[in-house]
């Protein structure tokens, strides 16, 4: 995964400002873009959580994702150890 697929702390609103005196919700995360391949990974690991512990706020389409933003160096380390499992080493 390139090192420059994660912006910290993006808002997303959750509600369009319809009215002049409503409030906006807005939420703090981190705005994911990766191959599909990870954003499958990423996808697999708040699936295979409980439902008190999921992280993705909101899949925009299969290469970006809205995530919490305390779960950035977890989802990093596992794409980390994701990418060492798959990698080919040369025998010797």
């Known amino acids: 995964m390139n090192p420059n697929c994660f912006y910290r702390v993006y808002l ?3 509600e369009v400002y319809r009215h002049k005196n409503s409030m906006v919700n807005a939420i703090k995360g981190v705005f994911i873009s990766c ?3 990870m954003g499958q990974l990423i996808v697999n690991m708040n699936n295979s ?4 512990q999921r992280f993705i ?3 925009l389409d299969s290469t ?4 919490l933003p305390h779960v950035e160096q977890m ?3 596992a794409i980390a150890e994701f ?3 798959n ?4 025998p010797t």
Do not use: A
């Open 57 to 59: 706020i909101h899949v």
């Open 12 to 14: 997303l609103f959750r």
């Open 83 to 85: 990418r060492n499992q």
């Open 35 to 37: 191959d599909i391949p």
């Open 87 to 90: 990698s080919y080493e040369k």
């Open 64 to 67: 970006h994702l809205f995530v």
């Open 75 to 77: 989802i990093r380390s």
């Open 49 to 52: 959580m409980p439902s008190s």
